[in-house]
């Protein structure tokens, strides 16, 4: 079958129409590569030593992200926290006003920010429209809801909040939370992650820059900024999306610091199978699990299945794997017409070539180790671009029984890679869905709810799911983690407001280093 790019989605066609809309957060340079700037002491300055970005669909180069230094980021701080003064005496109608301006000019370019969403972190077209549409619909529903919320006489954080956040949901997950922050009365300044989403950042920033907002975005490595946007005196608090090693070292860094602080970070989320029949509902389940890979935090990489079910449990699992669909998500037939959908794919490519081969090593080590392979997919078959470079696709795995020594037995793979324990007991049962010491979701697959319910009890997750996957959620659901997997105060809803604000009794929700507390009917 012939295959070619879909009309009018080239990178060059994308790119273009980004800079056509935004183009003062652009330097572009005739015959060269375009580099990003940052919104830095409220303007749009070019700086920083330039660093190729390249995209994981097919490894070409998308744009310069330029690597700022700390001085930079002081600056930049300092810049923030003056706005942050005034925003925060700023009355809410005309905050309101601000955010829904916003979030229009930001609809306006939905199908913009869709698309470089597929280029930059390789999100099939339907999933990268879901990103920015929760995004967009969720900040609506707090506009709508923010009076209420600050009724009791919250007020803003003494300074702005800090946001360093994964590559995975840029606009879900970053701008989502930095909307809603600005609407309660702080100025946000937010690191562009290095792995992904620097341009769709961009041109979102640009749009909420032109209606007013104080955010400041910053573009740099980890290693220099993260001093600075983490432990500044001036900062109010610190929201942080990523993994247990960047995340431990900032909770770390926050010890002494007594600031705000939301840090999520990953954890093995496992669906356990124990005296259950319903094998069709749970196979629907399965199938949308291994949407975008299963690159994101609250994906269940892991199933623990009663003994007595595993022939069952495999009869309906293994289908649903092989039924899984991969590959370049922008590659047409030659029949394809302008106005035809895309290619409805579950996951394009990983985050970058370099994720993938750790993937692949993780699997060997696992094999090598002792584990039962008992499904690994080929890329053969897969629509893929004539010459294209596909080494940042892995296909779908499955194994059986992960050597205890091996990586895959305590920690996600954020990827399409499963992993099956089998036990004979409740006891083992809860002791292997509890392997990573705290998750932020699981799920009991059992035919009689109230034993799933009295199972649930000795879960080490934030939210369980009985018969159903659980998710981060939207607009008033809470979200957080238990364990290793979540520190400081919990968002979503109402607790999100409530953690980037101060009130006369802030007790808040969360899972803190003396005490954890958690939001009720979760």
């Not at 602080?261 to 989320?269: A, T, V, W």
């Not at 899984?324 to 959908?341: I, M, N, Q, S, Y």
């Not at 997750?461 to 919990?490: C, L, T």
């Amino acid at each position: 079958m012939a295959l070619r790019l879909a009309d009018g989605t080239s990178w060059s066609d994308t790119l273009a129409r980004a800079v056509a809309v935004t183009g003062e957060a652009f330097d572009s340079a005739a015959g060269g590569t375009t580099t990003l700037r940052n919104l830095v002491n409220g303007e749009w300055r070019t700086g920083g030593a330039p660093t190729p970005t390249r995209t994981p669909v097919d490894n070409s180069v998308l744009v310069n992200l330029p690597r700022l230094d700390a001085a930079t980021a002081r600056d930049a701080v300092a810049h923030a926290a003056a706005a942050h003064a005034s925003w925060a005496d700023t009355p809410l109608a005309e905050r309101k006003s601000r955010v829904t301006a916003a979030l229009d000019a930001l609809t306006g370019q939905r199908d913009l920010l869709a698309l470089l969403l597929v280029w930059e972190i390789g999100k099939p077209w339907r999933l990268a429209c879901a990103d920015v549409d929760r995004a967009l619909d969720g900040v609506r529903w707090y506009v709508d809801e923010i009076d209420r919320m600050l009724a009791d006489g919250r007020t803003p954080l003494p300074g702005p909040v800090s946001n360093i956040a994964s590559w995975n949901y840029p606009m879900s997950v970053l701008v989502h939370a930095e909307l809603v922050q600005l609407l309660a009365g702080n100025a946000v300044i937010a690191k562009t992650p290095s792995q992904g989403g620097a341009v769709c950042l961009t041109v979102a920033h640009a749009l909420m820059h032109r209606a007013g907002l104080p955010a400041t975005l910053l573009s740099g490595s980890g290693e220099s900024l993260s001093e600075v946007l983490v432990r500044a005196p001036e900062i109010g608090a610190v929201a942080f999306v990523g993994g247990r090693s960047n995340g431990g070292k900032v909770a770390a860094a926050l010890l002494d610091s007594h600031k705000r602080h939301f840090i999520e970070q990953e954890g093995l989320n496992a669906w356990g199978i124990w005296n259950f029949s319903q094998w069709d509902l749970l196979a629907a389940h399965l199938k949308k699990g291994f949407e975008y890979g299963k690159q994101r935090c609250t994906a269940y990489p892991r199933f623990v299945v009663q003994r007595d079910l595993v022939d069952e449990f495999l009869d309906m699992y293994l289908p649903v794997v092989r039924s899984v669909r991969f590959g370049h998500p922008l590659a047409v037939e030659d029949t394809w017409r302008t106005g035809d959908p895309l290619p409805e794919l579950d996951f394009g490519p990983l985050i970058s070539a370099a994720k993938a081969d750790e993937l692949r090593r993780k699997v060997d080590e696992a094999v090598r180790g002792g584990a039962v392979p008992l499904y690994r997919g080929k890329l053969d078959g897969a629509p893929f671009l004539p010459g294209q470079d596909t080494s940042a696709y892995v296909a779908p795995s499955v194994l059986l029984a992960p050597p205890g020594r091996s990586r895959l037995m305590h920690a996600e793979p954020f990827g399409p890679v499963d992993t099956i324990v089998v036990v004979d007991t409740t006891d083992e049962l809860l002791a292997q869905m509890n392997a990573s010491n705290g998750a932020l979701v699981a799920s009991l697959a059992c035919d009689d709810t109230d034993e799933a319910a009295k199972l649930a009890v000795d879960l080490q997750a934030f939210k369980v799911g009985i018969n159903k996957p659980r998710s981060r959620g939207d607009r008033q659901e809470p979200f957080g983690g238990r364990g290793a997997s979540w520190k400081g105060a919990f968002v979503g809803g109402d607790l999100l407001v409530q953690a980037v604000t101060v009130g006369n009794d802030d007790q808040l929700y969360g899972n803190f280093q003396d005490r954890t507390a958690l939001p009720p009917n979760i």
